[in-house]
């Protein structure tokens, strides 16, 4: 209520007179009150938080992230796919189904909520794992799995909307995968299309580090280069060929330990600048800087 007085005095006007009014004349007064509202549900800070219900840190700060990137956000609460709502019993609540919708319902809150926090529950309910459970709050796992995961079932869910590029002009980049042959000089360029930036984090200090290991790549030995016909030890690289409107950069900070079997985490200190300068990483930059253009 407080929400609709600020936005729009008249709507506020018009529920009062054509829907409180007649509601309050139906409920009898009471004789005495007996309740004192609790005052710590209410937000004093500018943003709204999101329930962490156990292991989902690394949902939570995904959808925080996704939220505070405003062409991406509005775009969102924009969307309509036509479908009801298909509502299950979960934990004693009545719960829409729809990750889009329960997304939808998420970014509503965290925008126009005057509590400390939303629950997140029915985004996690919406947001099945591979065997169609609800998402197992218990469980830690990879954010850029979950990156990943959601980006493909969020594009599934924008196709028959109007909306169906959005994650594409928002996030949407390229990189370029090169094959360079030391005998006869040759370039073989592959183009991918990327949401997201993986870098790598063990034993390097910063994010330039990993950028610039990228660029310089690694070497694959016996490899049959098709332009001199030889057996060579090719360089396999990566450039950035597009930059998106606006870059997520994941850090490879969950490793696979085949002596464990295990996943493990790195914890080393790792440096990111203020301003990221992409243009030295860029597929025209470095051709440029070893005259191959």
């Given at each position: 209520?407080?929400?609709l ?40 800070q500018k943003?709204?938080?999101?329930k962490?219900?156990?292991c ?7 959808m ?5 990137i ?21 934990k ?7 990750m ?11 925008e126009?909520?005057?509590?400390m926090?939303?629950?997140p ?7 099945k794992e ?36 959005l ?27 990327q ?18 290991q ?20 090719i ?5 950035i ?18 002596d464990?079997?295990?996943n ?28 191959r253009v």
């Amino acid at each position: 209520m407080n929400e609709l007085i600020k936005r729009s005095p008249i709507i506020m006007t018009n529920f009062i007179e054509d829907q409180l009014k007649p509601l309050l004349e139906m409920i009898k007064k009471p004789k005495g009150w007996n309740y004192n509202p609790p005052n710590s549900s209410e937000r004093v800070q500018k943003y709204v938080g999101l329930k962490n219900l156990g292991c989902i840190c690394y949902m939570n700060s995904m959808m925080q992230q996704f939220f505070m990137i405003p062409a991406f956000r509005y775009n969102m609460l924009c969307v309509d796919d036509g479908l009801p709502e298909d509502n299950k019993e979960y934990k004693h609540e009545t719960i829409d189904d729809n990750m889009l919708h329960q997304m939808q319902r998420l970014f509503a809150h965290l925008e126009l909520s005057e509590r400390m926090d939303y629950n997140p529950i029915g985004f996690t309910f919406s947001f099945k794992e591979f065997d169609g459970a609800p998402t197992n709050t218990s469980e830690q796992k990879d954010a850029q799995e979950f990156l990943n995961i959601w980006a493909d079932r969020v594009e599934n869910a924008l196709k028959p909307t109007s909306r169906k590029y959005l994650l594409q002009s928002v996030f949407g980049g390229k990189t370029c995968s090169q094959l360079i042959c030391p005998e006869c000089g040759k370039v073989k360029n592959r183009l991918e299309d990327q949401l997201n930036l993986s870098l790598t984090v063990k034993d390097l200090q910063s994010v330039n580090d990993s950028l610039e290991q990228l660029v310089k790549g690694e070497v694959i030995s016996d490899f049959k280069c098709d332009g001199c016909n030889k057996n060579v030890d090719i360089t396999k690289r990566t450039l950035i060929a597009e930059t998106p409107n606006v870059l997520i950069v994941h850090l490879q900070r969950i490793l696979f330990d085949f002596d464990t079997c295990q996943n493990e985490k790195l914890n080393q200190y790792f440096e990111f600048p203020a301003l990221l300068d992409l243009k030295p990483y860029s597929y025209h930059e470095v051709m440029r800087r070893e005259y191959r253009v």
